[in-house]
């Protein structure tokens, strides 16, 4: 029972290594040579975590070399469009001007239903109301609606409204995070004085952020934690 | 370009790696392979000190690689070599030579077959 504990804790590493090399983009948006990689590794993994008699190495060694071609074949992608086609197809546009192209879905062997569930999970529910709708080599519709019937924005509208600022986490589960702070450019002191002008202290606060006007959210500690 | 250089230093240990286990395992299989034979070869002649000392150098050799070949070849394998190994002890003492010939066959057989398996061969890869 111990073996199998070390070589998960083993195998939980070496995942954890390669998911890192694999890069966040794995995670989000996986294109099909990922996707198929991504369940070649886990059952890579799960192959000698069943069973103790196959050595570490041989899915180790496995995991390597296919987290290693990956990411070597998604830098090749980058660099030539042909190889990226070659690998991840391009997307085709299934909608124009309304009117779905026929040809393109039976090429993609898409059916109707598939289309119509597709935009609706878009929020489009008439497909006459559609400019564009392209699908994405990942998979996923990607819709351009006519321009009456795009919502409107602000500078559609005219409207004067102030530039927003990214708030920092400045203390997240009642711990200060002194990177936030210093990437800010606040000082502990102005920070401990900011807090004082509300009668808090650094201990009692369980969530604070604050953005670059200096305007804070705080959120005090209930006693739970 | 960072990525790319890590996921290269892996691959180059990776194959590298792979090449070098497979060296290491196939010298040393052969090792234990001649030794078997000789083993096999004191069991025709019936010598008792003669087998003694090939029984000897023989679970010598295996004490030494037996860690290594776990970290590469199907444990089962090996435990069975092992099991064998052990018996062949016990066959000698009581001068059991006809089982003592088969223990010896049966070691350098699966010896034979880790070696056919770890080759890179057509056979193996598909």
Redesign the interface.
Known sequence: MLISVARALILYAVIACIMR?M?KRQIGQLQPTELIIMLMVGELVAIPLED???????SM?AV??L???E??AS?VKMKSKRFRELMDGHSVIVIREGKILQKELKDLRLTVDDLLLALRQKDVFDISTVQYAIMETGGQLSVLLKPEERPASVSDVGADISEDSLQSLIIADGRLNKSELKEIQMKLSELEVMLKAQKKHLDDVFLLTVDSHRNFNLVEKDGTI | MKRFVAAMVILAIAVGGSIWMNVYVKNRVEELVELAETLAETAKTKDMDDAQSALDELENLWEKSTTPLHMFVIHRELTEIELNLHMLGSYLDGENWALFREGTVRIKESLEHILHTQEMSLRNVF
């Open positions: 090399l890069g103790n008699d196959i050595p570490l190495l041989n060694v390597a070399v987290a290693s071609v990411v070597a830098i």
